[in-house]
């Protein structure tokens, strides 16, 4: 059975793990470099990323994901995404540089314009699927590297995105009844053993 780590420092991890779990993996709950020993995976939930970040930074956890990352899938939600990608436009905060795509964080405005939106998510020929997500203080995906694949977008903007094994979504998944991107996360991991 595959393991899958939920960043457990700060945010939205006990509902990816519940999720994890509703799907047939073992979720582990990571707060410590050595705990990624145990994942075959990675899921950084959504939250405050400057307080992820920093809580990463004290521990280790930073470089350690950063490696974990050269042979292991991730998949960064909201703040997960902002500290996995390359660039934050207009902020000096400088995230994990995994996924190359630069973002702008709380882009659409404060926390009462947060919403929920019917998307289209195209995971493959046969894997189509409407579904509908949270955005709550969410980041945009301002540019994104040419290795970058665009699996979703929203009013013409990715919102879905993926590099290599790695995923990043600037909503949240684990917040509705779609399953589809969870479960997509899952075959990607299959993919890499
Ligand atoms: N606004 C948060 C940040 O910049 C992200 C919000 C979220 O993860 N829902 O870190």
């Known amino acids: 059975m595959k393991r899958v ?15 994890m779990e509703s799907l047939g993996a073992i ?18 939930p959504g939250g405050e990323s400057t307080s992820i970040l920093k809580q990463m930074r004290f ?3 930073d470089e350690a ?7 292991k899938p ?8 902002i500290l996995i990608s390359s660039q934050i436009v207009g902020d ?7 996924l190359d795509v630069s973002v702008e964080r709380n882009a659409f405005g404060r926390q009462n314009d947060s919403f929920k939106a019917p998307i289209f998510v195209d995971l493959g020929p046969s894997e189509k699927s409407n579904c509908e997500a949270m955005f709550i203080r969410a980041p945009r995906i301002r540019t994104v590297g040419k290795d970058v694949k665009v699996l979703a977008s929203y009013e013409g903007e990715p919102i879905l995105v993926r590099q290599g094994p790695h995923l990043g979504a600037t909503f949240h998944p684990e917040l509705t009844d779609c399953l589809a991107i ?12």
């Open 5 to 19: 780590g939920v960043l457990a420092l700060q945010g939205d991890f006990a509902k990816h793990r519940a999720v």
């Open 27 to 44: 979720a582990v709950e990571v707060r410590k470099p050595e705990d990624l020993a145990l994942c075959d995976a990675l899921i950084l």
């Open 74 to 81: 991730l998949f960064g939600t909201c703040a997960g995404l």
């Open 65 to 71: 994901i950063v490696n974990f990352a050269k042979t």
């Open 59 to 61: 521990i280790g956890l």
């Open 92 to 98: 000096a905060m400088i995230p994990l540089g995994i």
């Open 182 to 193: 969870h479960q997509y996360f899952l075959r990607l991991l299959s993919l890499c053993h």
